[in-house]
């Protein structure tokens, strides 16, 4: 355990201030009365300052002007996102912590770590998956590839002389590389990086040829000319790449995969709390301040009530469990 005043200083909340009453009506009374004069958080996995983080701040002013309570944001990151998914799967099912978990914590983390301290389905309650995002498949310029079908043309006539590379091994960056090789039975050496600015530094200088990325990360080269996108991972395109087309109408149909961020609260929480807190999320993420937010930023608004978001993350589970397996990736 590390000592109080550490814990504090590695703590990164954000208190939003309670509204007035009118405020207060917005949610059902069945959370707002049963847990008055209690702070709600939110916990991220992950540092501050980055995409997870920032949203959820976002949301969380959201939710206290519906609800008129302080809620906080707590940053707990460490191992891939698990250290903080951990935290919460242990609180109180009372409603009052909930978890932005994203694919990695949430789904390919159940594969990734052998002796892992919870399970992603069984110790969380899915209020809604919030925002998703494609990855790009992107190349240097200097490989002779226009389009994926001259990029898989290439990989088959050289297997192992195309390398790519990804911010670390389990990331799902790394991990839709496998997809790929595995639906296009393609060989592709796998550079792992610690974080994306190495991979894109080593992209662009050509040392690798291949990037599986965040489209946010790569669109200020794509604009410039200094990367090429070839196709992006979702199963539409993406209106910030419209003319970039998805792997699937590539010649891969069915192939997905997105990096996406939910809010989960622990297992146990009752049902009639989830539901409440799911219309809470999805009023906030469709008002048309916090669209333009993420638009801007790449994603998409993905809002699913609690049963859809469950068979979203199952299926998400099962899908990642199969890449991690025939990849043989190990968590660093």
């Not at 916990?43 to 002007?65: H, M, Q």
């Not at 996102?81 to 009052?96: E, F, H, N, R, S």
């Not at 662009?204 to 489209?215: N, W, Y």
């Not at 469950?310 to 991690?324: C, L, Q, Y």
């Amino acid at each position: 355990m590390k000592k109080l005043l550490s814990r504090r200083q590695s703590l990164h909340r954000i208190a939003i201030g309670a509204t007035a009453c009118l405020g207060a009506a917005a949610l059902a009374p069945l959370v707002v009365q049963a847990q008055d004069g209690k702070a709600m958080r939110i916990v991220v996995p992950f540092p501050p300052g980055g995409s997870t983080d920032l949203l959820a701040r976002r949301i969380a002013e959201k939710l206290a002007a519906a609800m008129g309570k302080t809620v906080l944001v707590e940053n707990r990151a460490g191992a891939g996102g698990t250290v903080g998914a951990d935290l919460v799967a242990k609180a109180a099912p009372d409603g009052m912590t909930l978890l932005m978990g994203v694919t990695g914590s949430n789904a390919i983390a159940q594969a990734l770590y052998p002796k892992l301290a919870y399970d992603v389905v069984r110790d969380f309650a899915p209020v809604s998956i919030v925002v998703s995002a494609p990855l790009v498949v992107a190349v240097n310029p200097e490989v002779k590839a226009t389009t994926l079908q001259e990029l898989v043309a290439l990989a088959r006539s050289k297997p192992g002389s195309l390398s790519y590379g990804s911010p670390g091994n389990g990331t799902s960056m790394h991990l839709t590389g496998e997809m790929f090789k595995q639906a296009t039975g393609t060989s592709m050496v796998h550079i792992p990086y610690r974080g994306s600015a190495g991979v894109l530094t080593d992209l662009m200088g050509g040392q690798l040829q291949v990037t599986f990325g965040d489209l946010l990360v790569l669109l200020p080269q794509l604009e410039a000319g200094k990367l090429r996108a070839l196709a992006v991972t979702s199963r539409r395109r993406h209106p910030i790449l419209p003319a970039v087309p998805t792997v699937a109408e590539s010649g891969y149909p069915g192939f997905e995969a997105l990096s996406w961020q939910g809010l989960f609260a622990p297992a146990g929480t009752p049902a009639p709390v989830v539901a409440e807190l799911s219309a809470q999320v999805t009023k906030a993420i469709n008002s048309p301040d916090l669209r333009d937010y993420f638009a801007a930023r790449g994603f998409l608004i993905d809002a699913m009530p609690p049963a859809v978001s469950r068979a979203f993350i199952d299926a998400e589970v099962a899908k990642w469990s199969i890449i991690v397996k025939a990849s043989g990736a190990k968590a660093d």
